[in-house]
């Protein structure tokens, strides 16, 4: 069972209010809104679900397991994995500039020695550190994510807050699940087929007008 200062720590760690600066980033979504793709709340969820089961949610939660288990010896290799596996410029700023502003902070804070990781090999490795659980942290991970490209939706589509929270409160329970079955997989289990928002991605690069970082 996690312990109210486990909790408080990883709603601390994941909440807006951390300085990882997620609230810049639109993983694609901002192009995909441009391009018709994504133009209300239906769409948007189905966009996010696809996303989180097949792409980088469900990608995000393996390396973040494999940080947790893994010896810490075998860090570096997994982190230049996760970078490897980012299909676009944008995507690797991502998880490379949030990973190295949550390692500087958690360090400063907390006293951990923290290399610059990527994000989820980061979050991982902290909470293997503090003795957090691996399933609850890596749900509030998932769930942290969702929360941002839904923050992201409701200025971008745009959404209204009410259809936004039901899209977050909708995919919560996928949180959940892909926490638990991704618990014990390895790094051989990765992989994706969200072509379109790995497209979206590349795409944003070179749009002209942009809100967003990625």
């Given at each position: 069972?996690?312990?109210?200062?486990?909790?408080?720590?990883?709603?601390?760690?994941?909440?807006?209010?951390?300085?990882?600066?997620?609230?810049?980033?639109?993983?694609?979504?901002?192009?995909?809104?441009?391009?018709?793709?994504?133009h209300n709340?239906?769409?948007?969820?189905?966009?996010?679900?696809?996303?989180?089961?097949?792409?980088?949610?469900?990608?995000?939660?393996?390396?973040?397991?494999?940080?947790?288990?893994?010896?810490?010896?075998?860090?570096?290799?997994?982190?230049?994995?996760?970078?490897?596996?980012?299909?676009?410029?944008?995507?690797?700023?991502?998880?490379?500039?949030?990973?190295?502003?949550?390692?500087r902070t958690?360090?400063?804070?907390?006293?951990?020695?923290?290399?610059?990781?990527?994000?989820?090999?980061?979050?991982?490795?902290?909470a293997r550190?503090?003795?957090?659980?691996?399933?609850?942290?890596?749900?509030?991970?998932?769930?942290?994510?969702?929360?941002?490209?839904?923050?992201?939706?409701?200025?971008?589509?745009?959404?209204?807050?009410?259809?936004?929270?039901?899209?977050?409160?909708?995919?919560?329970?996928?949180?959940?699940?892909?926490?638990?079955?991704?618990?014990?997989?390895?790094?051989?289990?990765?992989?994706?087929?969200?072509?379109?928002?790995?497209?979206?991605?590349?795409?944003?690069?070179?749009?002209?007008?942009?809100?967003?970082?990625?």
């Amino acid at each position: 069972m996690i312990t109210d200062t486990a909790l408080l720590t990883l709603a601390q760690w994941l909440s807006p209010a951390y300085p990882v600066g997620a609230f810049s980033y639109s993983h694609g979504l901002e192009w995909a809104v441009e391009a018709g793709q994504v133009h209300n709340a239906d769409t948007f969820r189905d966009w996010l679900e696809d996303i989180l089961r097949f792409g980088t949610g469900r990608n995000d939660a393996i390396l973040l397991a494999c940080a947790y288990r893994f010896d810490p010896g075998a860090l570096r290799e997994l982190d230049d994995l996760a970078r490897a596996y980012a299909p676009s410029k944008e995507r690797l700023l991502e998880t490379e500039a949030q990973g190295a502003a949550f390692c500087r902070t958690t360090a400063a804070i907390w006293g951990n020695d923290m290399p610059d990781l990527t994000y989820p090999v980061a979050v991982g490795y902290a909470a293997r550190a503090h003795s957090f659980p691996l399933r609850q942290t890596s749900a509030m991970y998932l769930h942290a994510f969702t929360g941002n490209l839904t923050s992201a939706a409701i200025r971008l589509v745009p959404l209204g807050q009410t259809e936004g929270q039901t899209v977050l409160t909708t995919l919560t329970p996928l949180c959940e699940t892909l926490a638990a079955e991704t618990e014990t997989l390895t790094t051989d289990d990765l992989g994706g087929s969200v072509f379109m928002a790995d497209i979206a991605a590349m795409k944003h690069e070179t749009q002209y007008t942009r809100l967003f970082r990625s």
